[in-house]
């Protein structure tokens, strides 16, 4: 039976400014959920966004509220050895809220696969692979720093696929940026851009005609959501891959998509599909479809990292790797044990539920009071 749901909220400062076309983020605000189970088990769940409400439509602050006024009361005293008719009730009563559903359904399956003693991976149909590539987002703004900063991944043996956040900028201006970190990275490394939907379809033209011819890999949300045609047109246009991230609210979403052939690729984020079960439902349209697949991230901490790590090491293909690098990006480590980066992978973690413990002291004072 659940007996209890906490919410609460962590601001963590990041390593650097992260830039990005609708926000520069100095701090990330993880929103973790403890659901507590009358067997002792508990179980732990996680939503962030980008900044406040400049990447979605729910804030941290929306999510805590959510979740304390609508959502926990409709989930106390039900049967929590299963999570299923939980989120069935919920999916029913609870219209959008995508990002707080996903950081309950992850309490859920977390505490649920802790409960049989299983890796969370193994409740989502059991894992075919231990580590998955995982990418560097360089976006401090400053294509002299970026360089070093890609340099140093490297030496590390810690990244060597980059994506580089474009779309504040001139179109002109961007791909002069990228360029410059194409040729000193060299063709053994992958560059990607992400434009987080800035580009008018005809600054896409342009600009996506130029990133192609200068080696660029992956062309990541270019246009507005809204305009799944101007994606369309745009995949059908080049060669080089356009990838659909924001346009991806769910696998109903995929569907649409897929049915009019208008993305080579789908980013598959946990908190943006609604959860892990809908993110999985959205892989398999993808996979049914012929569209490949790449592991995204909303910048989440530990929790919700290794709750994505647990779903995408599920799927049978992930073309373009994973951005599972949120810890990272962050300057305090809140696990007893960090979750483990080596040899450009994230190793998924194999004990039970999401294979995580907290630091509660290090939790405790960084919680917003
Ligand atoms: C996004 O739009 O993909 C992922 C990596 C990063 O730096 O920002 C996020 C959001
Ligand atoms: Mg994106």
């Known amino acids: 039976m659940i007996q209890a749901i906490e919410t609460f909220l962590v601001d963590v400062p990041t390593i650097r400014a992260h830039k990005l076309s609708v926000a520069t983020m100095q701090s990330q605000t993880l929103v973790l959920v403890r659901i507590r189970c009358a067997d002792d088990i508990e179980g732990w769940g996680e ?11 729910e804030s941290p602050e929306s999510i805590k509220a959510n979740i304390e006024a609508h959502i926990a009361p ?35 399956l977390d505490a649920q696969a802790r409960r049989l003693g299983i890796p969370l991976s193994e409740l989502l149909g059991g894992r075919l692979r231990d580590a998955l590539p995982v990418a560097w987002t360089l976006a401090s ?3 002299a720093r970026d360089i070093a900063e890609a340099e140093a991944m490297l030496e590390r043996r810690r990244h060597r696929i980059f994506k580089l956040k474009i779309g504040a900028r001139s ?25 987080n939907m800035a ?8 600009g996506i005609a130029a990133l192609q011819d200068g080696g660029i890999d992956l062309i990541e949300q270019p246009v507005r959501a809204e305009l799944p045609g101007a994606l369309a047109r745009l995949s059908a246009r080049f060669a080089v891959p ?36 809908p993110a999985r439902q959205l892989a398999d349209v993808a996979q049914l479809s012929g569209v490949a697949l790449y592991g995204g991230t909303m910048l989440e901490g530990a929790v919700g990292t290794a709750a994505s790590a647990h779903l995408f ?15 990272l990006l962050l300057t305090e480590e809140l696990l007893r044990e960090p979750l483990v980066y080596r040899d450009f992978m994230l190793q998924v973690p194999d004990g039970p539920g999401l294979g995580i413990r ?8 960084l919680r917003r009071r």
């Open 47 to 57: 939503a962030t966004t980008i900044g406040g409400l400049s990447y979605g439509e």
């Open 74 to 108: 409709q989930l106390l005293r039900m049967d929590a050895r299963n999570p299923a008719a939980c989120m069935a009730r919920l999916r029913k009563t609870v219209q959008g809220n995508r990002f707080a559903k996903c950081a309950i359904e992850t309490a859920l």
């Open 141 to 143: 703004g400053d294509t």
């Open 171 to 195: 179109v002109e201006e961007d791909v002069a940026h990228v360029l410059a970190i194409k040729k000193a990275l060299g063709d053994e490394v992958s560059v990607r851009v992400d434009v």
């Open 199 to 206: 580009w008018s379809e005809l600054d896409a033209m342009r």
């Open 242 to 277: 356009v990838m659909a991230d924001e346009a991806l609210k769910g696998p109903h979403d995929g569907l649409a998509l897929a049915r009019n052939e208008a993305a080579d690729v789908f980013a598959i984020k946990i908190c943006q599909a609604g959860g892990l079960i």
């Open 313 to 327: 090491s599920t799927f049978a293909s992930l073309e373009f790797g994973t951005e599972l690098f949120g810890p």
């Open 358 to 365: 907290f630091d509660m002291g290090r939790l405790e004072a």
